[in-house]
């Protein structure tokens, strides 16, 4: 068993190599201990399209049911989807079978025991309780039942959302679960779109299902300007975050789409409070703040996210990495489509595209997020000495990895929890600012052999 797939709020490996049959039977047991030890009985159980999903799922379900719990099967779905089934109807706890933004060789589990997934030291106890074979004994085994749950979002999402005009709009699907749930519901609620690789498949053949990379959103901006549609939108592989590009063809990263979320959240809520991730913008937590939010900074990370919403009790809360959660009007968790929606709520109602609406941001020079490959038993120790370094010389936040503040700028180096990877980001009042913060990192980062 590879323990380096138990992560920090997922497992996830590849395929061949870490999710052998024994593996994943016994990780259906290792969660029926938690669940049953919890007090947990009924769970329902989703998978999105990767071509090693349906071997897994039955897997997953023949060591859960052999340990007595009841499952409610979804089918393919988005992992939204997944969250939505839990907290609609009730039950004590969901799975979600997804690679997410990996390659297609990746795979992965994010396993719930009550209304939240597990992250940190749980994700560690199913670890150790596998390593143990710690499991029920002697109990009868569960059910398995299937429940569509596509019938019940759209209600919920028709329910909310009525569009005044008619307008184009672009939709990458990625050859993911989103694109099949969200475009018939887009054209059912009037809006004109311009689909693009929205049927799924698992090998995902046209481009990598990640819109934090610039180039998979080039066929993505091409529709937009062809089409001269106002906004164009893109899922990720299991539509839990979102990409976004304005009516001129420019991609709006997640730390700006979260200012085009905070602003109308804030005139309704004035007081409320926002959270962002280390990688945001300097420029998201002072517009919260100048629209009479409290702005917050915290880690990177679904699970520790959706923790500090509940902890700060904020309205909503966002990554970079387009991952947003809405406590405003929804349940807090991150859905990419009914992210959409309301993205397309606020362009309908202002008449205006999402270029027009942020065109008063401060002008800044930033790097999307750059990913260096590190291996995972080396990534967290060469952030561990960066931020000694830094820490020592500088003014610094090590909440997640350390962000470096200067009088012109910040910069970021923090190890990826989803990935053998670093990440980093900077911003800066100039391009040449931009490139002194950039060459420090990178320097140091050389010196520590990371580069």
Known sequence: MNPQVFREYDIRGVVEHDFDDDFVVNLGRAWAKMLTTAGKKNVTLGRDCRLSSDRLHDLLIEGVTSSGINVVDIGVVPTPLLYFSVLHWGMDGGGMITGSHNAAEYNGFKLGVGPTTIFGAEIQQVRQLMEAGDYVRGSRSGTVTQRPVIADYYDYIRQQFKFQRKFKIAVDGGNGCGGPVAVPMMRELGLEVKGLYIEMDGRFPNHHPDPTVEENMRDLIKLVGSERAEVGIAYDGDA???????????????????????RPILKDRPG????????????????????????????????????????????????????????????????????????????????????????????????????????DDRKFEVVRQAADYFRAHYNVIDIDGVRVGFSHGWGLVRASNTQPALVMRFEADSDSALAEIRNLFENKLKELGAL
């Open 240 to 262: 839990d975050r979102i990409g976004a590009v304005d009516e001129n063809g420019k991609i709006v990263w997640g730390d700006e789409l979260m200012i085009a979320f905070s």
């Open 272 to 375: 409320a409070a926002i959270i962002g991730d280390v990688k945001c913008s300097q420029r998201l937590y002072d517009d919260i703040a100048r629209h009479g939010g409290r702005p917050i900074m915290w880690k990177t990370g679904h699970s520790l996210i959706k923790s500090k919403l509940k902890e700060e009790r904020a309205a909503l809360a966002g990554e970079m990495s387009g991952h947003m959660f809405f406590a405003d009007r929804y349940y807090g968790f991150d859905d990419a489509i009914y992210s959409s929606f309301r993205l397309l709520e606020i362009i309908d109602r202002a008449g205006r595209g999402l270029g027009e609406l942020l065109s008063d941001l401060p002008k800044t020079s930033a790097t999307p997020e750059i990913r260096l490959d590190c291996a």
